[in-house]
């Protein structure tokens, strides 16, 4: 707590992902709260709620309800998945695996949301109460992304759609806890579900300027 004495505004970067994280972010807001902070600005994710497809989408709703309680004046980032990352979910081989059929995810680039965060930040007051959806202009499948990282990097990248059964005996070499998995297979399945799949105009609507594509992103990588 006495690392947020004289806090005024607090930028809360969700912890990582872990079996605990929702209690340490529980702990940190309280602390927060004790030190008189009086604004949190907070990385949530897209579509955050009680029931969400992706697993930590429900932490996020839950510190969402935490922070919202706790007296202090609020405004939430709800960042879809990242567009930066997406390169990385392919195998050595090339091929990203996981079970999101058809699905569509409306990526956003991090540089994107840290452009919003500082506008906020700037300015909290006028943010106070408000949540953002952030998002990229477009949705795209998986299979699109998968093409998109081919045509910018040169090289052979596939999507191929796993069914659940796949997608937990592909990742059972890691021997990571059942919520790691959990999470990492809902990942793909809250993208089948739709549920990742609309466009907000949020990223604009806050810094005036348009969101990046994945396209954008992967050249500027």
């Not at 500082?118 to 093409?147: F, I, K, N």
Request: hydrophobic share 45%; glycine share 8%.
């Amino acid at each position: 707590m006495r690392a947020l004495r004289g806090v005024d505004v607090l930028f809360m970067v969700s912890g990582a992902e872990s079996a605990t994280r929702l209690g340490e972010h529980r702990t940190f807001v309280d602390a927060a709260a004790a030190a008189g902070v009086t604004h949190v600005v907070y990385t949530s994710f897209f579509g955050a709620a009680p029931d969400a497809t992706f697993t930590l989408a429900r932490d996020h709703f839950h510190t969402e309800q935490h922070v919202a309680a706790s007296g202090m004046d609020h405004t939430f980032l709800r960042d879809n998945f990242y567009a930066d990352v997406m390169e990385h979910f392919a195998g050595e081989d090339g091929v990203i695996r996981g079970p999101a059929g058809d699905g569509r995810v409306s990526l956003v680039a991090r540089a994107d949301v840290a452009r919003v965060a500082a506008v906020v930040l700037t300015d909290p007051a006028s943010h106070a109460g408000r949540s953002y959806d952030l998002t990229g202009p477009e949705a795209l499948s998986m299979a699109e992304v998968a093409a998109a990282i081919a045509e910018v990097r040169g090289r052979a990248v596939t999507f191929h759609d796993e069914t659940l059964d796949e997608a937990y005996a592909s990742r059972a070499r890691w021997n990571v806890p059942d919520w790691q998995n959990d999470a990492w297979v809902s990942t793909y399945t809250a993208i089948a579900s739709g549920e990742l799949s609309r466009v907000s105009e949020d990223v604009e609507r806050v810094t005036g300027r348009r969101a990046m594509t994945l396209r954008e992103v992967l050249r500027a990588g």
